[in-house]
């Protein structure tokens, strides 16, 4: 291990890199039953979901420790699972086997990104704003699942949206469980998520939101992941749609990794594994949409592991087998009632939006298509849509106010492609 991870010259020990793999491990175990959640919704079985999140986080985190020895953790991301659920498929009218056809063709786009130069291309071509607007459209997005999950909002016929039942069960689950995990999360306490959704599933119990009648604590059952696995359906294939949706899908997934990996590189002051890390997120998109779930990010949970001591890909080997675990307690996971969910979306959320900080408000013609992309993703429910508005807007204003050569060419193509997103559908 020594020799292959590079213990020393790193300045780290075995007994280091197991403690922060584990502490990593536990504070994005919660992703298992979130984004499980979020893809039933999709038509994707629970169990069955549970699985390839599982699965996924497995390869992921073993590919990022061989291939990038980074510690990384390549897992499902919030905000791309939404995306999946919401926007392909609820409101794009595409079945989950299509998404899935999706997820896998944004993952070789990823992959012939981040093995090209065209990965430093994209990097420079993004200006700032519009980055950190999708980061913090995506939060709000997350908030406002996580409060319609829970029945704290609701349709209504008057207006979009009004205060759901607040005497309900789940409503009152869900606001003390709100509580308790913002208290366990300034506190710092080590696998806070984890534990914030234990205590809140037993309070639901506790108040009649939840039960544990029909649980079974026998072995998972891979019979509805069967189903799953490998299933992407490439019916629509022949459709232009189905092309453009897939390209604003790897869009949104190659420019949420390249912030993610650049911000990690540098807490572990190491810029030269953004490259093979970025390769290595690559190759686990592609493989998201072989084991059947949406795609994974370097999530920011990475970051409790490295804080914890974690410099080598022994980190990230040591947390994917601590979620091949996982797999032993599905039958427990599966009984986690929503209500015990919708806080930890609200909270990540709530965290996604303080990158609004980040946004010049001085420069109309940068602040405007950020301001515009942080609003309508939550109102369109659907992420692509937000974002395209922003990037089509963004090298129109600089135009427009002769600031054309501050906009990167490939940014101009980057638009072209989303204003086709929007005019070939009314074509075809």
Known sequence: ??????????????????????????????????????????GIPIEAGIIATILTSFFGCILAGLWSNSPLLLIPGMGLNAMFTYT??????????????????SGLIFVAIAFTPMAKVITSAIPNSLKEAITIGIGILLILIGFDNAGIITNSEHTLLAIGDLSSPSVITTFIGLII????????????????????????????GATFEGGSFSTASFNEYFDVF????????????FWLTSISFAMVVVFENIGLIHGQSKMLNRPESSKKSLQA???????????????????????????????????????????????????????????????????????????????????????FPALLIIVLIPLTYSIADGMAIGFILYPLMKLLMGKGKEVHPALYLIAILFISNFIIPYVF
């Open 230 to 241: 490998g299933k992407a359906s490439w019916a629509q294939a022949g459709n232009i749609v």
């Open 1 to 42: 291990m020594e020799r292959f991870f590079k213990l020393h010259e790193h300045g780290t020990t075995i007994t280091s890199e197991f403690s922060a793999g584990f502490i990593s491990y536990i504070t994005a175990v919660y992703i298992i039953i979130v984004n499980a959640t979020i893809l039933a919704v999709a």
């Open 88 to 105: 392909i498929v609820q409101s794009g009218g595409f079945t989950w086997q299509e998404a899935l056809a999706m997820t896998f063709v």
């Open 281 to 367: 997120t690559a190759v686990s998109v592609l493989s998201a949409g072989i084991f059947g779930t949406s795609p994974t990010v370097s999530s920011v949970e990475a970051a409790a592991g490295i804080t914890a001591g974690g410099r080598t890909g022994l980190t990230s080997v040591v947390a994917g087998f601590m979620f091949l675990v996982s797999i032993l307690f599905i039958p427990v996971i599966k009984m986690v009632p929503a209500s015990a969910v919708s806080p930890i979306l609200i909270l990540i959320g709530v965290l996604m939006l303080q990158n609004i900080v980040h946004i010049s408000m001085d420069d109309l013609t940068e602040s």
């Open 181 to 208: 995990t913002v208290f366990l999360f300034i506190k710092n306490v080590p696998g806070n998520l984890l534990l914030s959704i234990i205590i809140t599933s037993l309070i639901s119990i506790w108040l009649g």
